[in-house]
């Protein structure tokens, strides 16, 4: 019963730094999301997938990509990391036709840039 | 105005309140709609779906005004379990699958 697995659980990055966040699901969806949250806000959309190899932009997409070339991975990859990109970032999938339906979340990445 | 807002909170209720949370959203071809839990620091699990006839899972009630644009959640016998982050979602109406999470109404139960 993996559903959405994230990796790294945690980060510390220094300003201009790179990395990928991982993300796989085995549910066979569709849809998948990237999301930020900050401390004491909202989950922010930063980009999201429709299938393998569609992707598009979220609410806040500056500072990251996407790529999607299976079904069952949606890396999102950091270039030139920012103080203001230290967040939770949660990976989701769903699977959708028509309307959404329930969307399963990792347990989501806590990233610090410093 | 944000696609989909709900109340600021926090709301600190004591055991066995009845409390109401309520979300606006701001496309009217929005088809989809969740209500959502998350614990602290933790990732949002679905709570329940909200359908348009309203729908009810023991102490949780939701409902849906669509001429409104409007969802609301009731927890009923508030339990200290019940304390977390609600979280209103809604689907874009453009893009079925694209799904929009208000900031979220955080509960505090009280003995």
């Known amino acids: 019963n993996a559903g959405v697995t994230q990796t790294p659980k945690f980060r510390i990055l220094k300003i201009g730094q790179s990395m990928t966040l991982q993300c796989t699901q085995d549910?066979?969806?569709?849809?998948m999301y990237w999301y930020r949250q900050d401390p004491g806000m909202g989950l922010k959309l930063i980009y999201y997938s429709v299938g393998a190899g569609i992707t598009d932009k979220g609410e806040v997409p500056n500072g990251y990509n996407v790529s999607r070339s299976t079904t069952e991975d949606f890396p999102l990859r950091l270039e030139l990391a920012a103080p203001s990109q230290t967040s939770v970032y949660f990976c989701?999938?769903?699977?959708?036709?028509?309307?959404?339906?329930?969307?399963?979340f990792g347990q989501g990445t806590r990233l610090t840039v410093v | 105005r944000k696609e989909v807002e709900q109340d600021p909170g926090p709301f600190n209720v004591p055991e066995g309140a009845t409390v109401a949370f309520n979300c606006t959203y701001s496309n009217s071809a929005s088809q989809s709609f969740f209500w959502y839990r998350q614990d602290c620091r933790k990732e949002p699990k679905l709570l329940m779906s909200?359908?348009?006839s309203g729908n009810e899972d023991g102490r949780f009630t939701a409902q849906l005004n669509r001429a409104s644009q409007y969802i609301s959640l009731l927890i009923r016998d508030s339990k200290l379990s019940d304390s977390a982050t609600y979280l209103c979602?809604?689907?874009?109406?453009?893009?079925?699958?694209?799904?929009?999470f208000g900031q979220g109404t955080e509960l505090s139960v009280k003995p």
């Open positions: 979602v809604v689907n874009d109406g453009n893009q079925g699958g694209k799904l929009i």
């Open positions: 549910m066979n969806h569709n849809y």
């Open positions: 989701a999938s769903s699977y959708v036709v028509g309307g959404a339906t329930e969307a399963f």
């Open positions: 909200v359908y348009s």
